[in-house]
Each structure stands twice: as structure tokens, then as C-alpha cells.
């Protein structure tokens, strides 16, 4: 028996465990896969732009640990889905890009023709042009190698011709899971093992390698046992439960978590990526242990140990014998609270901070968050309570706008019953508009609260940091409402001192999308900035 490549492809999909592919599909090799992928039960999800397909199967994959997928026509297609992989290549989501690509015809003309496989194997682990001779042993190698530490993107490209080159029908890959580095780490152990013997005010750091299940568990059996403050990444926010009385804030590498971090003896990192990090120099003096798998090559300091292998065992192994810390409750609650008061927002009307206080309060419990990038993601992060992993969904290696709207939608799509949230500026809502229409087609339940000020406001303030003159950051005010309802959403809008209190009911149970676009005031960010990063 024989089968096309296009459906060798579909049955490694299949195999791994992929149950939809997203994306805006062109004339070519996509229609094959649509169909292919149809009768083996996956689904194609239209989105109307390639950037937010990319993002919602880089989420999907965030949650569900099952490669992402993401489908995109030749030329000006595959150009358009780069910001998608560039965000699974910073924030570690694997996925699997496949686009359609140009016959190797040198006789034709170069209409919509570039090299695509330069163009990602930046942002990429991998690039393949899919075809009879490499569609076994290479493709299941480049599939595995999204789930490698780090984990991350891979390409395929597949013309016409050869998605539709018929092979012999080949066995599933035998081996689901990539191999694990073999590393000898006995003597790192003993090394930070007698770390933590002498230390008396160790601060842990939990990052995005600590949300993986095994892993955050472990993490929460260690703080246990030092009883030392903890400070998580926005990507691991909700590893340790924000209700832990050994929780302090968030780290990013700047200012705000400088009073935990210059009291420390020794820091010690759990599954923190260096690309959690903005760029800023380290300002710390206490010896930094770092608990990665991967490399730690790129951190801002020399780690005074680095262990990878499996983390969740290595975590385990450091808390059997794990001392108490010197650390006082009284103390680290100190330390929260300073925190919390330095990023808090002054300013009448509503705010970022009492529209996350509000959407907190009435939202049902164990609603997700999904936070586009802007001024008004610090208070989000700051003030949504998070007692999960994944409980608060984020850009942050990447920082890109227009993220919360696909985010959420694919929240709603792996977890049909779960509630999900997408807070998001006026800025990212204009990038990523024409997905209302996307979610109101497939009927995904998810409220969108725009924090609408008519400015970039994040770029407005470092405008004014600088002393520049205000250009190029301001617009006129946009009638979110109005289009979303155009869009088919239902949708409301609050002017700066309107209530948001008897709308949220009707916006949080709406069977389809819903958005409340909400006039804010921006007063305040300046000083919750400079708070946080210095």
C-alpha cells in the first residue's frame, strides 16, 4: 500500500496528538492537508490572519504540551506568519509551521517566490522541504526535536507535486518523546546541595520550564521546606499560588523585585529561560544556581552551578535534604506588600488596577487571563490572582501586541469548559480586529475587555522619559463596540465613569464573544513604570 506525503505527514500529526490546525490557507499543497487532515478527524480553523493562527497554536500547545500546528499558503502568506513563530521561538512553545512552496522549476517565473526557509530558520529548530525521500525517519526527527529542550518551532515546506508523491505506507514513529540529555549531574548536586546547607536566605525563582506537570509540584514541595520568599516569571505566574505566604511577586530582571533579591544569600532559579529576562545588567552579588534544561549560556551572570537533566526529579532530590531557612513569614510579607504598593496605580476613573480588581471579583472561579503587552499588562500581572499554571496566559520573550485575543480563543478551544478572559489595549486590539470575527463564526465564549486610553501608552511613557515632544503614540478614540458588534459580538461600552459592575454578568455568560470596550485613564503609568523597572 501507498500513501501521499501530505498524508505521511497527517499520520505523524494524528500520532503525536493533534487535534486541530490553524491558519489561512493558499491554492496549493494546504487544500491537500486540509482534506487529508479532515478524514483523520482534525480540524482546519480559519483565522483571518496567519500572526494570530501561529499564536493560537503556539498556546495550544502551551497548554496541552502537544506540538501546535499552523497552515499557510505560498509568498506573501509565509511572510505574514513570521511574528507567530518568532513567538514560539522566544516563549518555547512548540509548533509545527508548514507552508505551501514553489515548484522547483527554474523555467517558471518568480511570482510570489522568495526562499522561505531562510526567511524562518532564524526563529526555527528546523527546516525540511517535504518530500517521497525524506518523509520518515527526517520527518519524525525534525517533529521531535519542537519538544527538545528548549522547545521550540520547526518549518516544512511541500509543493503541489510532492504533497501528493505517493510512498509506501509507512509504521508510526515508535518513539513519541525526544531524548533526554544524559548529563552527569552528581556532582552539581552535591555542589548546590551544600549550597543551601550554608545558605540562610535563599530566594527561589520559578520560571517557564516550572509550569510542566511533575515539575511545578516539585517546586512547591521545595519552598515548603526552605520557607524562603519566591518570586515566579510572568510566563510561570500561578506555579507557585499567589494565596502562598512565601509568595512575593513577579521577577523580570529589573527593579521592582530588587528588595527581595538584595537580601538574598543565594538565588536560586527553577526553570527560568534567559529570555524571561529584559535586557538590563544584574545587579546582584549572591552566588545565582540555576535549574535548567538547556542551555544558560545566555543568562546575565556566570551561574555558579547550572544542573539540567530531568527537573522535576532534581528538584525532588535537592529537597530531601533541603534545610529550614532563617526566612521569617512577618519578613516576606513585608516584602510582598512593599511590592504591591509601588506597582499599585493613582488616578480617578477607572484604571488598569480597578478594571482587573473588577474582573477578578466577578469573573467565576477558575477564569483564565489572557494579557495583551501595554502599560496596562503591569497591573494585570500584578492583581490577577493566579493559584495555577497557565491561569494567566502572557507574551513575554517576545512581548508581542495582539496576543491576548488569539490567546484566549485558543484557551476556549483546548478548554471548552474553562472561562477565559482576554484583557487587551487599544493598541493590540487594532492588530488583531478581524479575530472577533473568528471567534464569533465558531461561536468561542470569550470576553474581551479593552483598556481603551487612544495611545500606545507603554511607548507614550518612555516618549516622555525621554523628554520627546508627544508624537506618533496618540489617536482618536475607536468605537470597539461598535465594530465588534459589527463583527457579530455582543458589546458594550463604559465611558471613564460608568459602571462596569451590571454589565459583566451578561458579558461573562454570553454563549458566543462578547466585548466591553472601557474609556480608562492613563495617569499614573508613569510612576508604576519607573517602580518597576527603575
Not at 495582539?402 to 484583557?423: D, H, K, Q, W
Not at 466591553?516 to 523597572?533: K, M, P
Request: net charge negative; charged share 20%; hydrophobic share 45%.
Amino acid at each position: 500500500m501507498t500513501q501521499s506525503v501530505v498524508e505521511r505527514l497527517v499520520d505523524r500529526l494524528e500520532a503525536f496528538g493533534v487535534e486541530r490546525i490553524f491558519g489561512v490557507p493558499g491554492g496549493g499543497s494546504s487544500l491537500d492537508l486540509i482534506e487529508a487532515a479532515g478524514r483523520k478527524g482534525i480540524d482546519f480553523v480559519l483565522c483571518r490572519t496567519e500572526t494570530a493562527a501561529a499564536l493560537m497554536a503556539a498556546v495550544s500547545a502551551e497548554l496541552t504540551g502537544v506540538p501546535g500546528v499552523v497552515l499557510t499558503g505560498i509568498g506573501p502568506s509565509a511572510a505574514s506568519v513570521t511574528n507567530g513563530i518568532a513567538y514560539a521561538s522566544l516563549e518555547r512553545a512548540p509548533v509545527i509551521l508548514v507552508t505551501d512552496a514553489s515548484a522547483k522549476d527554474d523555467r517558471l517565473a518568480p511570482h510570489q517566490v522568495f526562499d522561505q526557509q531562510a526567511l524562518f530558520a532564524p526563529i526555527t529548530k528546523g527546516s525540511l522541504r517535504l518530500s517521497g525521500d525524506n518523509a520518515g525517519a527526517a520527518l519524525d526527527r525534525l517533529i521531535l526535536s519542537t519538544l527538545a529542550d528548549p522547545r521550540g518551532p520547526v518549518h516544512i515546506d511541500i509543493s503541489v507535486a510532492d504533497a501528493r508523491t505517493q510512498i509506501p505506507l509507512e509504521a508510526k514513529p515508535a518513539n513519541l518523546t525526544p531524548p533526554e540529555k544524559t548529563l552527569d549531574c552528581t556532582q552539581s548536586l552535591d555542589v548546590l546541595g551544600e549550597m543551601l546547607s550554608r545558605s540562610r536566605r535563599p530566594v527561589l525563582i520559578a520560571g517557564l520550564q516550572a509550569r510542566r506537570a511533575g515539575v511545578f509540584e516539585s517546586a512547591r514541595h521545595l519552598l515548603s521546606r526552605l520557607g524562603c520568599p519566591v518570586l515566579t516569571s510572568y510566563k510561570a505566574k500561578g506555579v507557585i499560588a499567589e494565596t502562598d505566604p512565601h509568595f512575593v511577586g513577579h521577577f523580570t530582571g529589573a527593579a521592582a523585585e530588587s528588595d527581595t533579591l538584595s537580601q538574598a544569600d543565594l538565588i536560586l532559579t527553577l526553570g527560568l529561560d534567559p529570555i524571561e529576562l529584559i535586557p538590563a545588567p544584574w545587579a546582584y552579588t549572591a552566588p545565582v544556581a540555576v535549574v535548567l534544561q538547556g542551555p544558560a549560556e545566555a543568562f546575565p551572570f556566570t551561574p555558579a552551578v547550572h544542573l539540567g537533566g530531568n527537573l522535576a526529579s532534581t528538584i525532588e532530590t535537592l529537597t530531601r535534604s533541603a534545610p529550614t531557612t532563617a526566612w521569617r513569614v512577618e519578613e516576606i510579607a513585608g516584602l510582598r506588600a512593599r511590592m504591591g504598593a509601588s506597582l499599585s496605580l493613582k488616578g480617578g476613573g477607572w484604571t488598569a488596577d480597578s478594571i482587573v480588581d473588577a474582573l477578578a471579583k466577578a469573573a467565576p472561579s477558575g477564569t483564565r487571563l489572557a494579557v495583551d503587552a501595554g502599560a496596562h499588562m503591569f497591573s494585570a500581572m500584578a492583581r490577577w490572582p493566579a493559584a495555577q499554571p497557565h491561569d494567566v496566559l502572557k507574551s513575554h520573550g517576545l512581548s508581542t501586541m495582539g496576543f491576548a485575543l488569539p490567546a484566549a480563543m485558543a484557551s476556549s478551544l483546548a478548554n471548552p469548559t474553562r472561562p477565559v478572559i482576554a484583557l487587551i489595549g487599544d493598541g493590540g486590539m487594532l492588530m488583531c480586529l478581524a479575530e472577533l470575527s473568528t471567534a464569533a463564526r465558531l461561536n468561542i465564549p470569550v470576553t474581551v475587555v479593552v483598556v481603551n486610553d487612544g495611545a500606545l501608552s507603554l511607548i507614550d511613557i518612555k516618549q516622555q522619559r525621554l523628554n520627546h515632544p508627544p508624537s506618533g503614540v496618540r489617536y482618536p478614540p475607536v468605537d470597539f463596540a461598535g465594530v465588534a458588534r459589527g463583527l457579530g459580538c455582543q458589546a458594550w461600552h463604559l465611558g471613564i465613569d460608568d459602571s462596569i459592575e451590571d454589565i459583566l454578568p451578561e458579558a461573562l455568560t454570553a454563549k458566543g464573544p462578547s466585548l466591553i470596550d472601557v474609556t480608562v485613564s492613563s495617569s499614573g503609568y508613569y510612576d508604576q513604570l519607573t517602580a518597576l523597572r527603575g
